[in-house]
């Protein structure tokens, strides 16, 4: 007689691997559902990301206490900020049609677009935006000069945004309320902000067709606008633990 095997199993997903237990996928859909997952649409990973770096980036509270320290003790808040070029392209998403068919959309084919500045404060739910023709040096300056008013009064803004060359550069204008901690780079999963670009593009950008570089505009500028007025929404999509140490 075989020796009995101990089974302990984190989860119920690996009680079924282990006792070879046969499932329809709409069981192990609930299970999965039940423990938290989603099916997510992957991004693409760089092929020469260090995946050791990734772990290693954390913003601790240390850190932090070491940058408050280094700017006469003020209180610091955690930024993130990336850049988006939104256009007259826009996805198609998923939408509920009968079982069977394939729904159709219209799609733009012009090239007209502009280059969304977006920056949030989780723990503030808060956030700072603007909107330029083009990504250079010195619309980043501008933007960081918008992300300054946002900032708490008498407050030192961390800010983490990856290392561009518009952002890398000396000539880049920095105000004195905030400091730049670029993390690893090739690795734009630490800046939850991609999270809200892909949130922003499916709800209110997808399936849409803009007539002018206006039109474009006048969207962007509502669907910015619609965000700030949601900072349980910010909150959502931009606290992560391994900064904010929930």
Request: one cysteine or more.
């Amino acid at each position: 007689m075989a020796a009995p095997v101990s089974l302990r199993p984190d989860n119920e997903a690996e009680a079924l691997c282990v006792l070879g237990v046969s499932v329809s996928e709409q069981t192990l859909n609930r299970v999965l559902q039940s423990m938290g997952y989603r099916k997510l649409s992957a991004r693409p990973r760089h092929h020469a990301q260090d995946q050791d770096t990734i772990p290693a980036f954390n913003v601790s509270s240390a850190r932090l206490a070491e940058i408050a320290q280094a700017t006469g003790g003020k209180p610091i808040e955690v930024w993130f900020c990336d850049g988006a070029r939104i256009g007259q392209k826009n996805a198609l998403t998923r939408r509920w049609a009968r079982r069977g068919t394939r729904p159709s959309a219209r799609k733009d084919q012009c090239t007209a677009s502009a280059y969304l500045f977006g920056a949030i404060c989780p723990a503030r739910g808060t956030g700072a935006g603007l909107f330029m023709p083009r990504c250079t040096t010195e619309a980043m300056s501008l933007h960081l000069a918008e992300i300054a008013r946002a900032v708490a009064p008498g407050a030192q803004a961390v800010l983490l945004l990856d290392q561009a060359g518009w952002r890398a550069t000396r000539k880049l204008v920095i105000p004195a309320t905030i400091t730049l901690l670029p993390p690893p780079a090739r690795s734009p999963e630490l800046n939850p902000v991609e999270n809200l670009w892909q949130f922003i593009r499916k709800n209110w950008f997808g399936n849409r067709i803009f007539a002018s570089y206006e039109a474009i505009l006048d969207h962007c500028c509502d669907a910015w606008n619609k965000l700030i007025d949601q900072p349980w929404r910010i909150m959502s999509l931009g606290l992560r633990a391994w900064v904010h140490e929930f």
